[in-house]
């Protein structure tokens, strides 16, 4: 398991209550959280604090919008949400967690005036940097598993690869459906004609940096 964020080190509420200690966070707690351009999420009652995304990590979120985003809206599946998306996992499992990409299918939809998102979406995915590759594979993985979500992608920034797992038929583990490098074609079990060049989610090479 990833280490929650320690210290707790946040100004006092208007309302003057004390922070809470770590185990003991609920959704309450976190609508009380300074809006500082982290991301702030509550698993299984303990505080984890994300610093703000990489340019890197915006750019594949940008073309996971134009290439997954597409295909939801022109198969009309669903919708796709990116972070910054409160998403509620049920028994308590994650209140809330914050996947840099959630899919959810028409019938599981929130209603377009709800402030969050209850329940188990269909498909999340992670876009993994330095900070939060461990806790991707640990916890984050582990309340995924244990809500039950279907299928679930993880994003490497360094190797640009794209690691797809697959919830297992008794629903006790996740197995790997491929780690998706240049030149191919990610594979999705949940959507079984979906088909992403990964290459088409990372800047060229040789791309030129900006001045």
């Known amino acids: 398991m990833g280490e929650p964020a320690r210290p707790l080190t946040f100004p006092w509420h208007d309302d003057d209550r004390a922070w809470p200690a770590q185990g003991q966070w609920t959704y309450a707690d976190y609508l009380r959280l300074p809006d500082d351009g982290r991301r702030y999420e509550v698993i299984r009652g303990h505080l984890y604090v994300t610093p703000a995304p990489t340019t890197g990590h915006q750019f594949v979120l ?3 919008g134009q ?6 809206d022109e198969n009309q599946l669903g919708a796709m949400y990116s972070a910054p998306f409160d998403v509620l996992l049920p028994d308590g499992i994650a209140s ?3 996947p840099d990409v959630v899919f959810i299918r028409t019938e599981n939809l929130p209603r377009f005036e709800d402030p969050n998102f209850q329940g188990v ?7 993994g940097s330095p900070s939060t590759y461990k806790r991707d594979r640990t916890v984050k993985q582990d309340a995924y ?4 979500i279907p299928e679930y992608w993880r994003v490497n920034l360094r190797t640009r690869t794209v690691t797809v797992l697959a919830l297992s038929e008794d629903r006790s ?3 790997e459906l491929g780690c998706f490098g240049r030149g191919e074609t990610i594979r999705s079990a949940l959507l079984s004609d979906l088909a992403i060049q990964v290459g088409s989610l990372f800047p060229p090479d040789g791309l030129t940096r900006g001045r």
């Not at 290439?67 to 939801?72: A, I, M």
């Not at 979406?121 to 876009?127: A, C, G, Q, R, S």
């Open 62 to 64: 940008w073309r996971l």
């Open 67 to 72: 290439t997954f985003g597409r295909y939801v």
């Open 96 to 98: 809330p967690v914050e």
């Open 121 to 127: 979406p269909d498909l999340v995915m992670e876009v």
């Open 145 to 148: 598993l244990a809500a039950g």
């Open 173 to 175: 583990r996740y197995v």
